[in-house]
Structures are given as C-alpha cells and as structure tokens.
C-alpha cells in the first residue's frame, strides 16, 4: 500500500515571492508521482507528472518538482508566485506494479497569496 | 468539448437514504474512476470502471457500488447512507486504465450532505 504526506496544510506567502510546497511519499513498490491543482469551484487539474528518466519535471505554468528517490519527496516549488497560483494542491502517487488504475491523493496543501 | 460533466452539483439526503451520482465523462474517453473528498481531505479513490466492469475498487464498503454503460457514462450508488458519506465525490475519466498511460481529467464534483 502507498500514503502520501503533504507536510503542510496551509502556506501562505506573498507575491513574486518564491515557494516549496512539500510531499513524502511511503511504498514498497516502484511508483509514478504527480501534483495536481484545484482551484475553487473547480476539478482536479494535472500540474505535472514523474513516470521516469528525468528526476525534474517542470510545467507550463512555471512550477518544478524533482523526485528524490532516497528521501522519497517529490517537492514543489516556484520561484515567483502570482495571486492566481492561489489554489489548492495535491500531491498523489500511483503504484506501478498494479497497473497503475488508481491515484492516492495527500490530505493537500492550501496555498494563499498575498499581495 | 464539454470535458468531465457530474451531476447534481449539490444533493441534500437524509440518513438511511439511498443515492445516485452521474457522470460523463470527457468526450473520447472509455474509463471512468469515481474519488471521495472529505472536507479538509485529498480524495480517496473508490472504484473504476472499464469496458462496463469494475476494475479496482478502493478500501470502501459494499454500500457504494457503480455501474458503466455502453457510452462510457456512469453512476455511482451509495445505500444505507451515513453522515460520514458527507463529501465531494469526484469522477475522473481517461484514456484506458493506468495513469501512466493517459491523464485522468476530473469533473467538478457532486457536493452531497447527509443529514
């Protein structure tokens, strides 16, 4: 079984300044990592995914997250935020030896930005 | 392309009570997943649906059980219902069965409140 850690529940920061949002991960097996954003009112958005090769993967809104196998994170960060970042994030993973049907989702991370 | 439709958007049901969620999933797709999020939660998955059976089903009871039709659409069911089925319940759709081979898109949800 898997379990996603998001440390922490809000983060609040102003604009154009830079931010990390954290996530750990637990799981026996090989798995793929991905964050997704809600924003109010809205459904799951794929921010961006790790399946292999590259240990950095960015998106097309400015945000990076780099998987680190030995500490088990996939850690997002931006280095300038904008009011409209203002969401709600999810990290979640997905077990590679099931065939990968199913997401688990961390309890999320609310980010605030303040102007 | 109307993307992932849920419907109602919100649903008032007292306890005890039996339910049905609907919903299309995004045009093209052949897979549909359903989620429960709990307030102040990630989402949680509870089953998927593939070729009009029930692929995988997450760590929830009996009660909630689905169905898929020949146009892909679905419904989630939920007997016997209890307060702690309060949530939003999610319905993402893809390409095929794993997440790492298509992107789950996710509709907006169905807000249900039991009383």
């Given at each position: ?115 | ?5 849920q ?14 969620l ?67 319940y ?19 949800g169905t807000r249900?409140?039991?009383?």
């Amino acid at each position: 079984a898997q379990s996603v850690t998001q440390l922490d529940s809000q983060v609040p920061v102003f604009e154009e300044a830079p931010v990390e949002l954290r996530c750990n991960y637990s799981s026996s097996v090989s798995v793929y990592l991905f964050w997704y954003v809600q924003y109010p009112n809205q459904g799951l958005q794929l921010l961006l995914k790790y399946l292999s090769g590259s240990t950095l993967v960015e998106s097309i809104n400015g945000f990076e997250a780099e998987f680190n196998k030995s500490q088990t994170s996939f850690h997002l960060r931006k280095p300038s935020v904008h009011i409209s970042d203002t969401a709600e994030y999810f990290c979640a993973v997905s077990d590679k030896g099931q065939g990968a049907q199913k997401l688990v989702f961390g309890q999320g991370t609310r980010l605030t930005i303040n102007p | 392309d109307a993307g992932v439709t849920q419907s109602p958007t919100h649903l008032i049901k007292t306890r005890g009570q039996q339910v049905t969620l609907r919903c299309s999933p995004k045009s093209g797709h052949d897979t549909v997943s359903w989620y429960q999020q709990a307030l102040g939660q990630g989402p949680q998955f509870i089953f998927q649906y593939y070729e009009e059976e029930e692929r995988q089903r997450g760590n929830f009871p009996d009660r909630f059980s689905g169905h898929q039709f020949p146009n892909y659409s679905s419904e989630l069911n939920v007997n016997a219902l209890l307060l702690g089925d309060s949530a939003l319940y999610l319905c993402a759709s893809s390409t095929g069965t794993s997440v790492f081979r298509a992107e789950q898109y996710f509709g907006p949800g169905t807000r249900l409140t039991v009383t």
